[in-house]
Each structure stands twice: as structure tokens, then as C-alpha cells.
């Protein structure tokens, strides 16, 4: 059964329980347990996404209890390591390869993956709440694969959203791995220096017909 969506509506902390009030106007018990591993205490107010299972004194209870992107997120441990893995990917790229012509059509490349597999992942996520049209996995996972996995990596601690589910969360971190293999490969090896250098050639003429057409400035 996919999960659905609600809100908190009523929350007692001290007790460790309150009411989550489906899209049927309906009251769904739920216990903080349902919640997971959290770091902070739920609130009333809060969009939620869960399962709801048979209980035989309240008749049914939320279970898997998600919740959704809220500011507050943004301080948290499990967003803030995901910004450090990520940052200290771009900033490897640039401290070795900031002085090769092709490194900010890579750079280019790289971000614009990332940014639109972010969007995705944010898409998805949406379509969960709304009860819509998901967007396919196999195009979450082939644009983590093609370099979009910063994004992804991000989106997920953002949103909430692929972090538990199996297999998607395995398939998703070798994705990362095979996808840094590949950068590191052409990047680093011998055997991937002529391209390289053909690149180097490429890219040092598009930077030459961009400074005669005005689009950027300063030595090339």
C-alpha cells in the first residue's frame, strides 16, 4: 500500500502521541515510534506522509510516518552532511582542474545535471503529496548515474524524499560510487589523457570565439 498524505493536526509531546487528519477529513492515531529515527520532536501543523495499519484499540494507526520539508531542515545533521559531501566534490574538481580550458564546460555540465535532478527528486516528492503521477524511478536513478547524484544527494535530505526505501537507496549510493569511479578515471588516468587534451583543444576554442563575441572577458 503507498503511503498517503496528511497533517498533524493535534500533537501532545509529553504523552508522545496525537492525530494525523487524512485528505478524508478522517483522525488517524499515531505514536512518536511511528516516526522513526528523528531528531527533533514532531509539531502540530506538519504535512506527513504514512501507512496506515489495523490497531485493535484505536481501529487503525499510522505507521512509516514521513515527514515533509519544512525550513527547520536546513539545520539538521542529515541535511548538513549531504552540503559538505557535495561541496567538497565541486571544490576537489576546481582545486585540480581549475587550470584546464575544458573545466568550466565541465563544471557547466555538471551543475545543470544536478540542478535538474534535483528538480526531479522535488517533482516526485510533490506528486507523492498530491497523490499524482510519480516521476518514474529509472529516471531518478539514470540521472544520479550520469553525474546528477550531488542533486540527488541534497533533494533526498531536503524533501525526505528515496531515503528509506530499499532497494532504491542502495541502488542510488552505487550509483554515486560508479559515477565517481568514472569521474576519477577520466580525470586521473594515463590511458584518458588524449582525450583530455582533445578536450583542452575544444575548449580553449570555444573560449576564444566567446571572448570575440563579447560573452566573457579577461585573458583565455
Partial sequence: MKKQSGVLQRWDDERGFGFITDKKGRDIFVHVSAFGNIRSRPKAGEKVLFRVEPDAAKGVRAVEVERCWRPAHLLLPEFLFPLLMVGAFYGGLWWFFS?????????????????????????????ALNERQRVP??????????????????ARSLFRHKTRKQPFRTVFWLEVVVNLVAVGVFLFSPQAAPLRDWLDVQALGWLITLKEWGWISGPV
Fill in 137 to 154: 524511478e529509472n529516471t531518478l536513478h539514470l540521472l544520479s548515474l550520469a553525474g546528477g547524484w550531488p542533486g540527488a544527494l541534497l
Fill in 99 to 127: 587550470q584546464n580550458a575544458f573545466w568550466c564546460f565541465l563544471i557547466i555540465f555538471l551543475l545543470l545535471i544536478a540542478g535538474l535532478t534535483f528538480l526531479m527528486f522535488g517533482l516526485d516528492k510533490r506528486a
